[in-house]
């Protein structure tokens, strides 16, 4: 008997919650495989489709959002043997599996902690609360390829964000097959995006794109890069966060930084009278 | 019959200025050799004459809050930083009149809003920042949070004491030192401060005050040696800081323009519509980054409201800003007049239709009278561009969702108003309003507990409340 001919996997971005190749019809070898080279114009279409997902990820409630992380970690579960299978360390996957797990429980803790009335000196009502900025660019690091990058989505998304991510160049097949993983997990479409390819080429026009509100610089490796991406995302005054440390610990507790960046806090005032 | 107001001005004996002003560097006034005129903007009379600080200047004020903030300021405890903000809270509370008095002169707003708005709420805020100075523990940042280091903080005209005081106390509350630029017309009252300072005993180097115009500011915000960069202003200016700060280790917070909308709605009662438009747009002769400029007006409705408003802007006084009755003060420079100027050109030139009531303005100074704009569209320069003056743009509306897209389409979002009497439809416009700030039935109120700061070009941080030790902090 014949051994079987496996079936191979294409590897493609993910844009609106479909696998679309890139509109440039390129692909670079990397990891064994042929991985989609995402152009500038695929960048482009994943902010439209990351903000198209704003109003009903923002507008869902928090509970709702914490139960599709949630989601996310119990498909991440089912599927930890092809992240082994792709050569990602197995405790890297647990601890991947383990983080969305924590941020899906911030999502109706944050505007508790992080909101609040407001003691005015008057005859006011005075709330404040977090809200999400909006569509977030992310350059997810190379380096833990599945925990890096949970550890960079899901802090973005869990307030109600959408995101567009720049995959690690080198490894970028723990983010296509998160996608994956995403896509079956009730996310809506659009709320993450992920591109592969050279960071050069896409994350310049994310950074100075004018749809896009905040900018997560944490997988540039190269200073002066970051350095010229900060200036870009300046235009329209994108929330930064800024390169993470080379020797950042993933497998720390995350802190609320990531969230918090990403937030935008609003503060309602009304007379109270009869 | 009429009844004419007599003049009521308040004295300004109270205030012993000096002819010059030094820099304050390390506790003490050290002399300049550039040497600038500060004027009153209602009269044009030279008040005294103050330092641009140079390069030189400035990394001296730098090294001096290094210093202080590595022997003094950093290792003292919390609540020995808590009792100098309180020191500082209670002589600002003693020299009130004196500070009102001054701020009206060198900036020209009228002394009714330095004397119970700014002076008021600069004490409060020194008296709330005191308070978290030995309690940052328990702020929500860590079981021990760390101060950064020295802050740069560039502050503008409009609010100047105010400003100061919303820079100056959650940063030293932090166990931060500062380097203070105040705006090249109005250093006066942050001098004063200076000798408030000394009067507090506060060591010599915590908080440096440096007179000077952009030069000055571009100086200190790019000085290798601050950890911290605030800054309230131009959104302009804003981006020019978020690009000079980029591949540092620099904190920044900024705080910059609006066009924000003010939203009324068939069901409000149009007497207090009215008069929150009035309070939104003319407060501080409309030099408020957080001005109702855009004033969006249900259609049914718009006709009954403009009439009210053209009867109640005919009552407000303009003139001496140091008038307790007056409602209206001078413009604060010629620069910002002649902008002013400009944009309402451009306003009538687009086809929107001008008008302002019958209003003597005095012969010297800077002065602009209250003006609003009918038949503006979006596209209308005097809809999108910051006016930061007396000039309202009026437009209309149909249904709630066509508010709020109106409202939202600016690259602005600091605030916003709502005026209606349905409290779901206040929280359903109050969620989606694209803006740090909602006031609803309410305008232009401000507390030191209470976060303020904007969405998108208007910046980013907060200042004021738990939220604004978060800027100051290394967290």
Redesign the interface.
């Known amino acids: 008997m014949s051994e079987r001919v496996a079936v191979r996997k294409t590897y493609k971005l993910f844009i609106g919650g479909k696998f679309p190749r890139s509109e440039s019809g390129r692909s670079y070898l990397v990891q064994d495989s042929n991985v989609s080279l995402a152009s500038r114009k695929d960048a482009r279409d994943a902010v439209v489709a990351a903000r198209a997902a704003v109003k009903g990820w923002a507008g869902a409630t928090a509970y709702n959002r914490g139960q599709i992380l949630y989601r996310v970690a119990e498909m991440l579960e089912g599927r930890r043997e092809q992240f082994v299978a792709l050569g990602v360390p197995a405790d890297e996957v647990d601890a991947a599996i383990d983080r969305w797990v924590w941020y899906a429980g911030w999502s109706d803790k944050l505007p508790q902690v992080y909101g609040g009335a407001n003691p005015v000196a008057g005859p006011y009502f005075n709330l404040s609360a977090p809200e999400p900025t909006g569509v977030v660019a992310v350059v997810a690091p190379a380096s833990p390829a599945l925990l890096g990058l949970v550890s960079v989505i899901a802090p973005a998304i869990v307030t109600g964000n959408t995101v567009v991510v720049a995959a690690s160049p080198t490894q970028p097949l723990a983010a296509v097959t998160l996608a994956e993983v995403l896509a079956t997990s009730d996310l809506p479409g659009g709320v993450v995006n992920i591109l592969t390819g050279a960071l050069t080429e896409t994350v310049p026009t994310l950074a100075a794109h004018m749809d896009v509100n905040a900018i997560d610089l944490t997988g540039v490796g190269d200073a002066a890069l970051a350095a010229d991406l900060e200036v870009r995302a300046a235009e329209n005054l994108k929330r930064v966060l800024r390169p993470a440390p080379a020797d950042h610990d993933w497998h720390a507790d995350p802190g609320v930084t990531r969230m918090t960046t990403l937030l935008e806090t609003k503060t309602v005032w009304h007379p109270k009278g009869v | 019959m009429i009844f004419e107001y007599a003049p009521a001005p308040e004295s300004r004996a109270i205030v012993d200025l000096r002819p010059s002003y030094g820099l304050f560097i390390d506790g003490e006034f050290v002399a300049g050799e550039d040497l600038h005129k500060t004027v009153n903007p209602a009269t044009e009379e030279v008040l005294a004459e103050v330092v641009w600080a140079g390069g030189a200047e400035v990394d001296r004020a730098v090294r001096a809050a290094r210093t202080a903030y590595e022997k003094v300021w950093g290792p003292m405890p919390g609540r020995d930083r808590a009792k100098y903000l309180f020191r500082i809270a209670r002589l600002v509370q003693e020299r009130s009149r004196e500070l009102a008095v001054l701020e009206s002169l060198d900036n020209g707003k009228p002394i009714r809003e330095s004397r119970d708005v700014d002076l008021p709420l600069v004490a ?1 805020h020194f008296f709330y920042y005191a308070g978290w100075a030995d309690k940052l523990s328990h702020a ?1 940042f ?1 079981p021990d949070p760390k101060p950064l280091g020295v802050a740069a903080q560039v502050i503008p005209w409009n609010f100047p004491l105010l400003m100061l005081a919303w820079k100056i106390a959650p940063a030293l509350a932090a166990g931060n030192t500062v380097v203070l630029k105040p705006a090249e017309t109005t250093p006066l009252t942050a001098l004063l401060f200076a000798e408030i300072c000394q009067q507090a005993d506060l060591p010599a180097g915590v908080v440096n005050i440096v007179t000077g115009a952009g030069d000055t500011g571009r100086a200190l915000v790019e000085h290798p040696g601050v950890d911290k960069v605030a800054f309230t202003g131009s ?1 302009e200016v ?3 800081i ?2 000079s ?3 540092t280790r620099k904190k920044v917070t ?1 705080e ?1 323009g609006g066009k924000a909308a003010n939203i009324v709605f068939d069901d409000a009662p149009v007497d207090q519509a009215v008069e929150g438009i009035v309070n939104g747009i003319f407060f501080n002769q409309g030099h408020v980054c957080c001005a109702g400029s855009r004033l969006l007006v249900q259609e049914s409705v718009a006709e009954q409201v403009l009439e009210s408003l053209k009867r109640r802007m005919a009552l407000l006084r303009v003139g001496d800003p140091l008038d307790k009755n007056t409602d209206i003060g001078a413009i604060n420079s010629a620069e910002q007049l002649a902008r002013i100027r400009e944009l309402s050109d451009a306003g009538a030139a687009e086809g929107a239709q001008r008008w302002s009531p019958p209003c003597e303005l005095p012969e010297r100074g800077f002065w602009f009278a209250p003006t609003i704009f009918t038949g503006v569209t979006q596209a209308h320069r005097v809809a999108r561009e910051e006016i930061f003056g007396p000039v309202l743009s009026v437009l209309t509306f149909r249904t709630p969702a066509e508010a709020v897209e109106k409202a939202n389409n600016t ?1 602005y979002g600091l605030s916003a108003g709502i005026w209606t009497d349905k409290g779901s439809r ?1 929280l359903w416009m ?1 969620d989606r309003l694209r ?8 305008f232009n ?1 401000f ?1 030191p ?5 904007g ?3 208007s ?2 941080g ?1 200042e004021g ?1 738990r ?1 604004g030790l ?1 800027g100051y902090l290394d ?1």
């Open positions: 409060a929500g860590g959104t804003g981006k020019a978020a690009r700060v980029a591949g900024l910059l690259p206040i109050a803006a740090g700030v909602v006031w609803a039935n309410t109120k507390d507990t209470s976060p303020f700061g969405y998108k070009e910046g980013y907060r409340g939220h978060e967290v």
